[in-house]
């Protein structure tokens, strides 16, 4: 009888949570949808321009009270793109859409209009303040090149992909940074297999074609290699088996291991991991050459000595962290204090650039001592948008005491009362002008290794904690869920989730 009772009520309460979930999910799409009215923006309010729309610059939106200012966004890709997931587009276990969020719904849902343009920041000049934009998107009209005032500037424009000037590999590698690479990859993928199954194929060339190479054992390379391998072992061994045992992904590293940010005990468990997958680990390996089949490396062996190699390879993915992009280099060419400067815009721990007046810069771009990641760069951009916040809150105050003390002189019979609200507004002037400097509070990283497992390095109480495994993978999961930008990407994912469960990867090449 008694358990009995507490079944029934554990079904009860599934139930109540099932269907109060459900209905939360509706709320939170019909909220979406139906935005509330929106303001003009005021002309007479100092204009702000952000460039970019990825981590930081979408963080910094999201806080901004953006009625304080006239705010223009300017970045030649009209969406967020939550990165963290971009390795499953690369093999179709999420679909791309699912992971952007497009600018324009981002924007509408602030309480003053914002102007976005869909378009590149060229050159930044610091001494007239303005900031120069090119369209360069397919489309044109009659004018595809301006010039923008601002009175603040905030640059958010990420980093571009690393090369180190190696020959070949900006002409055969896809790198994995935006949403057109992790398509390339994905159809590249799927052409290689097809070729290397050809009537007739060599045995030579079954081999190069299957065999997948990633350069850069970061993150990225890891995360890349573990989809990969996923994608083989789930989908395409059941689809193409002739084939199949052919397949082999090589992932080089030139360090004596991979993902060197982690903890020793999670590398270890990474790359055991790894090869249990049957993933060929090459540490120790610089890559110094790509051809359009092939990669020259060197190996570093342990008594010192040097040796050569080439590899054969269908698909080439570099992944070999950050460089700075070109409108960086130029505005740090432009000021003397960014002289020794080499990773991005150093910034002060206001996260002013420095040897500059009005310019803020956040995220991939900026040098802070901080690694680079989306954590990061969003912390930063909450920090500008509450910073900005309270200088909008600072002005007013300030001009309103002004506006007080000259209305005191001119009108005695109201002194005592103009004299308490000063003594007010200083009181909250103090408090709002006590903004301290940015500090990062790191929440730990989390890395996914392939057959649903992940790595996770997270701040516990006051130490860390370092686990790997399908726990681990759970936790990923759920926590990037969280992260997603809006309810209707959350849904997205879960959904994409579900159907590659059910029905496999989707491999035809479009
Ligand atoms: P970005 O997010 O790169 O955004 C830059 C923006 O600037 C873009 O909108 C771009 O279009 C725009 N832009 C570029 N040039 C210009 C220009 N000239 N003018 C105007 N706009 C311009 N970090 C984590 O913390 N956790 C993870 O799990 C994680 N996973 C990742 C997975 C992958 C595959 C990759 C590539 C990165 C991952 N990162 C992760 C790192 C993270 O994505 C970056 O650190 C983060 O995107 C940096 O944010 P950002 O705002 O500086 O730049
Ligand atoms: P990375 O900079 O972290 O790693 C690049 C790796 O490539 C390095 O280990 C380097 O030694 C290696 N390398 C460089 N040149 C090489 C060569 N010629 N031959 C062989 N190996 C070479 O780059 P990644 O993975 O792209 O990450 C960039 C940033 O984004 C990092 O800050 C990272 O933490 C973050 N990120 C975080 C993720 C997560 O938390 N899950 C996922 C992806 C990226």
Redesign the pocket.
């Known amino acids: 009888g008694k358990l009995r009772k507490t079944f029934r009520w554990m079904w009860r309460l599934t139930y109540l949570s099932v269907f109060g979930l459900a209905g939360y999910t509706v709320y939170l799409i019909y909220d979406d949808r139906h935005p509330e009215p929106q303001y003009e923006a005021d002309p007479s309010k100092k204009t702000l321009v952000i460039l970019g729309t990825g981590w930081g610059s979408v963080a910094l939106l999201k806080k901004l009270d953006t009625e304080n200012y006239n705010v223009v966004v300017v970045s030649p890709r009209n969406y967020f793109l939550f ?2 997931l ?2 499953s587009c690369t093999t179709g276990t999420i679909e791309h859409r699912s992971i952007m969020e497009p600018v324009r719904a981002i924007l509408r849902h602030k309480k003053a209009a914002v102007k976005y343009y869909e378009a590149e920041a060229s050159t930044i000049d610091p001494d007239r303040k303005v900031v120069k934009i090119v369209d360069n998107s397919e489309v044109k009209g009659a004018i595809s090149e301006t010039e923008i005032p601002y009175d603040m500037l905030v640059i958010g424009v990420g980093a571009e ?2 090369t ?1 000037g ?1 020959p070949g590999v900006r002409e055969h590698s896809c790198f ?2 935006e949403i057109g690479d992790a398509q390339r990859i994905r159809k590249k993928i799927m052409d290689c297999v097809e070729t290397a199954a050809f009537k007739d194929q060599s045995s030579d060339e079954i081999d190069r074609l299957m065999h997948m190479v990633v ?9 890349f290699a573990g989809e990969l391998q996923d994608f083989f072992e789930e989908d395409i061994k059941k689809l193409v088996p002739e084939i199949s045992p052919r397949f082999k992904v090589t992932l ?4 004596p291991n ?4 982690f903890s020793k005990q999670l590398i270890d468990y990474t790359e055991n991991t790894l090869r249990e997958e049957k993933i060929d680990i090459k540490t120790k ?4 050459k790509v051809t359009n089949n092939t990669v020259e ?1 060197e190996i570093s062996r342990p008594d010192g000595s040097k040796e050569r190699v080439v590899i054969p390879y269908g698909l080439l993915v570099w ?4 460089a700075v992009r070109p409108i960086v280099k130029d505005l740090m060419a432009r000021i003397p204090a960014q002289k020794d400067s080499r990773r991005g815009l150093a910034v002060n721990e206001y996260l002013v650039v420095q040897g500059t007046r009005d310019i803020w810069a956040i995220g ?1 771009c900026a040098v802070a001592g901080y ?5 990061v760069a969003s912390q930063e951009g909450s920090f500008l948008g509450r910073l900005f916040n309270n200088m909008a809150k600072t002005e007013a105050h300030e001009s309103r005491i002004q506006e007080l003390s000259s209305k005191m002189n001119l009108q005695a019979g109201n002194a005592a009362e103009a004299a308490e609200e000063i003594e007010k507004l200083e009181k909250q002037l103090r408090r709002v002008k006590d903004i301290k400097p940015f500090r990062y509070s790191h929440q730990g ?4 290794i392939g057959s649903e497992k992940a790595v996770a390095d997270v701040s516990w109480w006051n130490g860390n904690l370092a686990t790997g495994g399908r726990m681990t993978y759970l936790f990923w999961r759920s926590a990037y869920l969280s992260m997603c930008f809006s309810t209707r990407n959350r849904v997205l994912v879960i959904v994409d989730w579900l159907k590659s469960k059910a029905f496999g990867r989707d491999v035809s090449r479009e």
């Open positions: 990165t963290p971009l390795p992909n690393a180190f190696i994995l940074k350069v850069g054992g970061g993150p990225t390379g890891v995360e080089i590293e030139a360090l991979v993902l060197p940010s390996t610089m890559v110094k490396a992944a070999t962290g950050n991939d690694a680079p990641t989306a954590q990283s989390l890395a996914y």
